[in-house]
């Protein structure tokens, strides 16, 4: 589903990305582990085509069709979705109303009319049933005023709705407590088939008990210095990174 | 004034004055230039009674001896009153005919604007005045509106037909010497609305009016007059749009509302004349005043969405005289590329227990300057006055300002004045988050602006939120690039 070879991007100049490679099939759950700085949102911000990162060198293809080209909406309406590490917020446009306005726009897209008002309400209940947010929630201005496991729910909420064929979760963990860590995951749980896929972008190992990744690759300076199976993030949760940075040093 | 319509032609036809038509329709427009022959001339032209000519050369006496106010923060090139024509009629109109006898181009370039008329008797429950270039051409629904007593018809008309309502009431609440465009407005208005809600009656339908400046080098100067009778409801709707012009066009309105004891009236305005090009060049003056009067337990609501004009000059504005009388003002300003605005209210509480709310929110892009300019006034005898201020301003781009000037004039401690602002910008990170779900820039543009602008837009008639909802979309079209 996902192809990424060799990719190397720099924001003013200076390089974050050295060459990564990375292939997610569907069906598979990736989870990127790494260390502070060493370019995971960066990778998530050029997967969905942030423009303030330059790409200098290298490719990422959806479904064999090279992104490079892309706009962020392009790429939105492609399926990539991203669960942002610190949503921003927008005063008066209500939860509904931005994904009317983000359903109906990928529709628009794709040519087709706008969701008939009853589907779109019979879709809003579902999926705010599996993620338990109380419809009082849906009214509020996006993000404004939000509690940060509100934000974070909200995000995986947007996933549901739109159905993304590719969600990175951006540090979706951070702020979670652990009941709302646990409604998060098994919404996350729920959302995935054999047609989609996730990559997981995390600190630390306790989101990978609930969603439980089939590989997990570590991030240091910008390139992937480890990649493995689950066991890794126990392995790497028991000696922290330092052993990796020393192994990658050598 | 011993002239007579002949000899008024002969003198003015020796005078040479510039020409030129947008439509193919006929105008019959006059010389350049303002003087005493001409103010007297637009009297005789409209038939008024002799007391209507002395009003306006009155106005007249004053507006040779004032100056052009300055203190706004707009900076343009003045215009040359001498060089501007003051009156155009279309020839073929007959504010008499009904809406089948109307000249089939003129209502062929309204439904182009979108401005339907046939539609909207159809469809909507709007009785429209329309004004085009000074003189009414069409009123519809004045039927059913008759039946209720409720007078709407154009100023022309009221002045002849309703002298006693107009002298009572024209310049009670904007006198002609009020200000520098007031005072030409009174002495050169063209035409304009009349409205009259008699007692206790509740108008049954949003009442409107579409101005346009259609043709070159005229100045419109509109003069309209609603009067809410005790205990009556009425809702005015105002809305405009222009075709794009070259030259700098003047526009100088000026609209009266007296809301009697226990009366309310909501006053709505779509502004959306052309504003000039991406480099600032054309685009109409807008120089209005805008002022209403609440006796006792009356409540008098501006709304404003003002997206045109390359300047603007406008202080819709409540004078509180009856105890218990409400003021409101909701605007919604919005500034692109060369555009400046300098627009606000002015609430004055004179009464026991006034209540005013003001809720401006100022939109700037490009290289425009949106300012807000307020007064709030408690005067010494209104005890237990209440005023509420909220002034947002939303930046687009690094070339944009911002301005808010309230001021607060209090002469009563019992007054409780609170006033908030806030300025924020569109930030990349709300584009990009937006983009991110499917939205392109232009989209989450519009979307960003209508969330800030949603507490002035719910205000609005339902038919016409839409409408300035497109506006706002349209107005900032290419402002990020």
């Known amino acids: ?250 | 004034m011993a002239y007579t319509e002949e000899e008024l032609k002969k003198e003015l036809e020796t005078k040479e004055y510039e020409y030129g038509f947008y439509t193919d329709i006929e105008s019959e427009t006059f010389p350049i230039g303002l003087s005493e022959e001409i103010v007297i001339a637009i009297s005789k032209k409209k038939e008024e009674p002799e007391w209507m000519t002395l009003w306006r050369l009155e106005a007249f006496k004053h507006w040779k001896e004032m100056v052009e106010p300055e203190w706004a923060n707009v900076h343009y090139e003045k215009p040359d009153f001498q060089a501007i024509s003051y009156y155009s009629a279309p020839k073929k109109a007959n504010p008499n005919k009904s809406l089948d006898d109307v000249d089939p181009e003129l209502l062929e370039m309204y439904k182009k604007l979108g401005i339907s008329v046939d539609e909207q008797k159809k469809l909507q429950n709007v009785a429209v005045d329309i004004v085009m270039d000074s003189v009414s051409v069409a009123t519809t629904f004045k039927k059913t509106l008759a039946e209720k007593g409720i007078i709407f018809c154009s100023i022309s008309e009221a002045i002849k037909e309703h002298p006693e309502l107009v002298k009572k009431y024209l310049g009670s609440v904007v006198p002609q010497k009020d200000n520098f465009y007031a005072a030409l407005n009174s002495a050169v208005f063209s035409d304009g609305s009349f409205c009259y809600i008699p007692k206790g009656v509740r108008c049954p339908m949003e009442l409107s009016t579409y101005f346009r400046i259609n043709q070159a080098g005229t100045g419109q100067f509109e003069r309209t007059l609603v009067i809410a009778d005790e205990g009556s409801y009425v809702s005015y709707l105002e809305g405009c749009t222009a075709p794009s012009r070259d030259e700098n066009q003047l526009h100088a309105a000026v609209v009266e509302l007296i809301a009697l004891d226990d009366a309310e009236i909501k006053y709505s305005t779509v502004q959306n004349w052309f504003p000039g090009n991406k480099e600032g060049k054309g685009g109409v003056y807008n120089f209005v005043t805008k002022r209403g009067l609440c006796e006792k337990n009356a409540k008098i609501s501006w709304t404003q969405v003002e997206t045109g004009s390359a300047v603007t000059w406008k202080y819709p504005s409540c004078i509180l005289k009856g105890d218990n009388s409400i003021g409101e003002f909701y605007s919604i300003a919005v500034t692109n590329n060369y555009q400046q605005a300098d627009t606000g209210t002015k609430m004055v509480h004179l009464g026991k227990n006034t209540r005013s709310t003001i809720i401006s929110k100022g939109i700037s892009a490009g290289k425009s300057q949106n300012s807000y300019r307020g007064l709030v006034q408690v005067n010494s005898r209104a005890e237990n006055a209440r005023n509420f201020s909220q002034c947002d301003s939303l930046l687009m781009g690094n070339e944009c300002g911002a301005h808010t000037f309230p001021y607060i004039e209090v002469k009563n401690k019992g007054a409780q004045i609170e006033h908030e602002a806030t300025t924020s910008k569109i930030g990349e990170d709300q584009i990009f988050y937006c983009n991110q779900r499917g939205i392109d820039t232009e989209k989450a543009i519009a979307l960003i602006v209508n969330g800030f602008s949603k507490e002035v837009l719910n205000k609005l008639p339902m038919e016409f939120a839409v409408e300035a909802q497109k506006l706002l979309e349209i107005s900032l079209e290419g402002s990020v690039g």
Do not use: C
């Open chain 1, 1 to 250: 589903m996902l192809k990424i070879e060799n990719l190397h991007a720099s924001v003013e100049d200076k390089e974050i990305l050295r060459g990564i490679n990375l292939e997610v099939k569907a069906g598979e759950v990736h989870a990127i582990m790494g260390p502070n700085g060493s370019g995971k949102s960066t990778l998530a911000s050029v997967i969905a085509g942030k423009e303030e990162f330059e790409v200098t060198e290298g490719s990422v293809s959806l479904e064999g069709e090279d992104l490079e080209d892309a706009s962020p909406e392009e790429r939105a309406h492609k399926g990539v979705f991203l669960s942002f590490q610190y949503p921003v917020e927008i005063p008066g446009v209500s939860v509904t109303n931005f994904m009317k306005t983000a359903i109906n726009e990928s529709r628009k897209a794709k040519g087709l009319e706008d969701m008939p008002a009853k589907d779109m309400l019979k879709l809003i209940r579902e999926k705010s049933e599996l993620l338990e947010i109380d419809r009082k929630f849906l009214s509020r201005s996006l993000n404004q005023g939000f509690s940060g496991g509100e934000k974070k729910r909200n995000e995986i909420f947007q996933m549901a709705m739109l159905e993304p064929k590719l969600a990175i979760l951006d540090e979706t963990d951070s702020g979670l407590d652990i009941d709302a860590l646990r409604i998060v995951a098994n919404g996350v749980n729920k959302l995935k088939s054999k047609d989609n896929a996730v990559i997981v972008i995390t600190h630390y190992q306790r989101l990978l008990d609930y969603i439980v990744p089939d590989f997990v690759h570590v991030l240091h300076n910008g390139k992937i210095v480890k990649s493995g199976g689950k066991e890794l993030a126990l392995e790497l949760e028991e000696k922290g990174y330092d052993w990796l940075k020393q192994e990658t040093a050598v």
